[in-house]
């Protein structure tokens, strides 16, 4: 009987132990507003810029290496609902290197001054890459930066 009490509190001492030493995963203080979106800069001689860039908002933007959706904030700026966001996202290596450019359709509906936190899925299919401003992961993996320019949106009918 002695034996398996002491057996016991052995466990006990080394479950204690592993237990101190645990590694925090999870990440405490965050912001909406902790990092903002760069604009796209329009190429010469674009005349796409007809849709008023401060229409809407986009901030807080988050990509983990492990991350298959790449998430952020947008707010409405205008004094009608709007949805159907169109957006042209530009990907960069920190020396300016352009990695990857595509246009993404978000599907929201938000009322004037609404901010809705959406998803879309990332252009790291490989997950090869982070965002420059969220954390350091623990395995190998390249930083980057994204630039946005609104393209568009659709004006709900009948709201």
Known sequence: ???????MMALLAMTQVNAAART??????????????DRVVPEAGDTSMT???DAVTLRGYNKRASDSKESFFITNNLNHRISSVRLLMRYTMLNGT???ERTVTVPVTLKPGET???SVKTFDIQRLFYYYGGPKPRKSATPFKVAVRLQGYDIPVGY
């Open 116 to 118: 809705q936190l959406v």
């Open 98 to 100: 352009i990695l990857h």
């Open 24 to 37: 925090r995963t999870t990440h405490n203080h965050l912001s909406t507003d902790a990092v903002a979106m």
């Open 51 to 53: 849709v008023r860039q």
């Open 1 to 7: 009987m002695r034996t398996i009490v002491m057996i």
